[in-house]
C-alpha cells in the first residue's frame, strides 16, 4: 500500500466521515505548506541571514527573532488569500490579522504561534509552530479580537509541527490524534503515526527546576516526591527532561508518556502564568486530552477556560492521566 500522504488522509476524511469540510481541509493543507516553508527556513540556519534578533519586540515584551517575524509572515501571507479564513491572530501581533478587502472571507479564525522555542533557535535545538482551528461566530460583521475568545472546547482542529531532527505534523479534528513526517525528497507529509496515545502511567517529568523556590506549596509537593524517588512516597526514580520548546516536550509525551508543568510561580502570577491560552494551552490541551491524557492549570480544565483576552496567560500541568490527576488532587488538598 502507497504512504498515506496528508492530501489523501484529508480528502479521505472529507469524504469518508465528514469529519472535516472542504475549507477546513484547505485551511490544513495551507498551514502544513507553511510549516514546510518555515522548516526549509529554519534550515538554513547561519547559511542565510535568519538568525538572531529581529531588533523588536512583540506584543508579549520579548525580542523576537528574525525566524519569529519569517514564520509569521510566511503564515500570514499563505492563509489570507485562500477565502477560509474570517481572521487570523498570532503571538507576535497585538491585534488579530483581517483578511485584507480583496480577498474573500471564511468561517474559520486560525491563531497560532508561529514560531514556539524561539529561544532556542539559535542554539539548534528543536522549535515549532502550534495552531488552533476556530469557527468565526454567524452574523458577525466587524471582526475584532472578540471573536476569538472561544473556550477551547470549540475548536475544530488543532495542530503544531516539530522542527526536529525530521519535521513532524502533529494533528487533532476531536477524533484522535495523527502525526505526519516530512518527506523532503517529495515534499509531502507522509502519515507515520495513525493514533498517538498517551500512556497513563510515566516515569518522566518537564519543568523548568530554577523556578522551584516561586512555585506554589502543592507543586513544590509534587516534585519534592518525585526527586525523593525510591526513597519517598512514590517508592520509584523518575527521569527529567526540559526541552524549553513546548512542542518538543509534548511530542515526547505524546510519543512515551510524561508530564509537562509550567504551572503558576510568584514571578508570573499577575500575567496569570507563562503559557498563552489560546496558542499555546488550548492547541496542546486539545491534543493530549485526544490522546488520553489531562490537561489542567492545576485548579480547572484548560478547555473550559472562558478566555478574556487573546494573549491571556494560564498555568498548564499536561501529560499521562495519573499525574495530572495526582498534581491537580493536591491543589485540591
Ligand atoms: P523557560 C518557549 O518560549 C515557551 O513558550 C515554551 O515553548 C516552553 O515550554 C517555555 O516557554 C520555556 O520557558 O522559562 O524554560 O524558558
Given at each position: 500500500m502507497p504512504p498515506v500522504t496528508l492530501a489523501r488522509f484529508l480528502i479521505e476524511a472529507e469524504r469518508n466521515n465528514?469529519?472535516?469540510s472542504a475549507d477546513l481541509r484547505f485551511l490544513v493543507e495551507v498551514v502544513s505548506r507553511a510549516c514546510k516553508a518555515i522548516s526549509i527556513a529554519i534550515g538554513k540556519g547561519g547559511l542565510a541571514d535568519v538568525l538572531g534578533s529581529a531588533g523588536s519586540d512583540n506584543v508579549q515584551g520579548e525580542a523576537q527573532k528574525k525566524l519569529d517575524v519569517i514564520s509569521n509572515d510566511i503564515l500570514l501571507e499563505a492563509n489570507e488569500w485562500g477565502g477560509h479564513l474570517a481572521a487570523m491572530a498570532s503571538e507576535e501581533m497585538e491585534a488579530p490579522h483581517l483578511i485584507p478587502h480583496r480577498y474573500p472571507k471564511g468561517e474559520f479564525l486560525l491563531v497560532f504561534d508561529p514560531l514556539d522555542g524561539s529561544s532556542n533557535i539559535d542554539v539548534n535545538i528543536s522549535v515549532g509552530t502550534i495552531f488552533s482551528v476556530l469557527r468565526c461566530p454567524e452574523g458577525v460583521e466587524a471582526v475584532d479580537e472578540k471573536v476569538f475568545l472561544q473556550p477551547g472546547t470549540q475548536q475544530v482542529c488543532a495542530g503544531f509541527a516539530v522542527y526536529g531532527p525530521t519535521t513532524l505534523l502533529v494533528l487533532t479534528f476531536g477524533d484522535g490524534v495523527k502525526c505526519f513526517t516530512l518527506d523532503r525528497e517529495f515534499g509531502h507529509f507522509v502519515l507515520t503515526q495513525d493514533n498517538m496515545r498517551i500512556p497513563e502511567e510515566t516515569k518522566e517529568f518537564a519543568i523548568n527546576m530554577s523556578n522551584a523556590r516561586f512555585w506554589e506549596p502543592p507543586v513544590q509537593r509534587y516534585v519534592d516526591e518525585l526527586l525523593a524517588g525510591k526513597t519517598g512516597p512514590r517508592g520509584q526514580d523518575f527521569n527529567m527532561r526540559w526541552v524549553a520548546s513546548m512542542v518538543a516536550d509534548v511530542f515526547r509525551i505524546l510519543t512515551r508518556g510524561g508530564i509537562f508543568m509550567y504551572p503558576l510561580d510568584s514571578k508570573m502570577k499577575d500575567q496569570g502564568g507563562?503559557?498563552?491560552?489560546?496558542?499555546?494551552?488550548n492547541p496542546m490541551a486539545m491534543i493530549v486530552e485526544q490522546a488520553g491524557g489531562l490537561a489542567t492549570t492545576g485548579r480547572e480544565r484548560i478547555l473550559d477556560i472562558q478566555p478574556t483576552k487573546l494573549h491571556q496567560r494560564v498555568p498548564v500541568i499536561l501529560g499521562s492521566k495519573h499525574e495530572v490527576e495526582r498534581v491537580t488532587a493536591y491543589h485540591r488538598d
Open positions: 465528514h469529519v472535516i507563562k503559557l498563552r491560552l489560546m496558542y499555546e494551552a
